[in-house]
């Protein structure tokens, strides 16, 4: 039997795009997951909401459809996607990209563990390509 005595990472990351002509708003976010702030898991999804903001300042702006075309090969975004991006960028919307991490906070965790894409009249986030 053969044991690893060095650093051993089962740590995962997800990749995000959020695409809107505003910015993310905590009061949007819980509305647009159909989350009530005083419910059983409001304090969850507003934990959840700064982690994605955290993760939005530290991420990029996509502001041509040629850096939407080079995240295909980097973040494995969907055609579909990619696609969204350019016609968000042409419809003069922000298009934003981010990372979470399963080693952060509970709340940027469980972001992390499940693929999910949430949609409104505000916004639009899709973070599909999870990585274990």
């Known amino acids: 039997m053969k044991i690893k005595l060095d650093f051993v990472s089962n740590s995962s990351s997800t990749s995000f795009v959020y695409i809107s002509e505003v910015e993310l708003t905590e009061d949007t976010f819980l509305e647009a997951a159909g989350v009530e702030r005083d419910g059983p898991v409001g304090d969850l999804f507003v934990q959840m909401h700064g982690e994605i903001e955290y993760a939005l300042q530290r991420g990029a702006t996509v502001t041509s459809k040629e850096a939407a075309d080079q995240l295909a090969g ?20 922000k298009v934003s990209t981010g990372s979470l991490s399963s080693d952060g906070p509970l709340a940027e965790s469980l972001l992390c563990m499940a693929m999910f894409e949430v949609e409104s009249d505000a916004f639009y986030i899709n973070a599909y390509n999870n990585y274990w």
């Open 74 to 93: 980097t973040h494995e975004f969907t055609p579909d996607v990619i696609q969204r991006m350019k016609d968000a960028i042409d419809q003069g919307k």
